[in-house]
Structures are given as structure tokens and as C-alpha cells.
């Protein structure tokens, strides 16, 4: 069964950190970028990090110098430092997977924090950052 499924939220208080994973299972890790997305109540889901199969990486302004994405090959799992917490960072938080081929192989070297791009959605874990 491919999925992927996300750990670590949880409640901090501002300025905190926090580290959200992301573990697949049923894929070739090699070939997916992985995206980290959020989505608060009342608001559309918006990008937040992804990664491509060799780590090239892009942030949303909103978070970069502050959020840090990675991959483990060998565990098949992404992950999500997140630092300098804000109230405003405070979402569901969803990763996904993109095959590289997507777009006529955009994702081989570069990815993008298009939703409608990622095919394979966890079910989100929750991120509450208290002032």
C-alpha cells in the first residue's frame, strides 16, 4: 500500500521548535519529491517545503531562514524542522509526494509547491503555537 504518514506534531509556545516527519512506505523513495504543505481553519491549503530525490530544496517565503526540510534515504522519511515558531504557523500540516516525472520531469531536479501537482497525501498532523 503506498503511503505516507506524518508524526511530530503537537502544541509549543512561540519562538519554540518543533520537527515534523514524514515516513513512506510502498513507493521508490528515489523517485518522489516530497511536499510539505498546512492548511489553518478557514484558509486554502498553502505550500510550506518540498524536496526533490537529490535535496534540492524550496521554502515559502512566509517560512524560509526559519524551517528546514530533509531526507533520509535509508529510513525513506522526510522531515520538517521547524524553528522561530510563530502563532501563525499554527495549521494542519500535510506532506505529499510527487513521481519526478510529473509536468514532463519538472520534479527531476526542481520542485514546486503546487497542490494539484501531488498525488500521494497523508492525513495531516496538527501544529498549535500558543503567543
Known amino acids: 500500500q503506498v503511503q505516507v504518514l506524518e508524526s511530530g506534531g503537537g502544541s509549543v509556545q512561540a519562538g519554540g521548535s518543533m520537527r515534523l516527519s514524514c515516513t513512506t512506505s510502498?513507493?521508490?523513495?528515489?523517485?518522489?519529491?516530497i511536499g510539505w504543505f498546512r492548511q489553518a481553519p478557514g484558509k486554502e491549503r498553502e505550500g510550506v517545503s518540498c524536496i526533490t530525490w537529490n535535496r534540492n530544496e524550496y521554502y515559502a517565503p512566509s517560512v524560509r531562514g526559519r524551517f528546514t526540510i530533509s531526507r533520509n534515504f535509508a529510513e525513506k522519511t522526510v522531515y520538517l524542522q521547524m524553528d522561530t515558531l510563530k502563532p501563525e504557523d499554527t495549521a494542519m500540516y500535510y506532506c505529499?509526494?510527487?513521481?519526478?516525472?510529473?509536468?514532463?520531469?519538472?520534479?527531476?531536479?526542481?520542485?514546486?509547491?503546487?497542490?494539484?501537482?501531488?498525488?500521494?497525501w497523508g492525513q495531516g498532523t496538527h501544529v498549535t503555537v500558543s503567543p
Open positions: 505529499a509526494a510527487v513521481h519526478y516525472t510529473t509536468d514532463g520531469y519538472y520534479y527531476r531536479t526542481m520542485c514546486r509547491l503546487d497542490v494539484s501537482d501531488y498525488t500521494i
Open positions: 510502498g513507493l521508490n523513495f528515489d523517485d518522489y519529491g
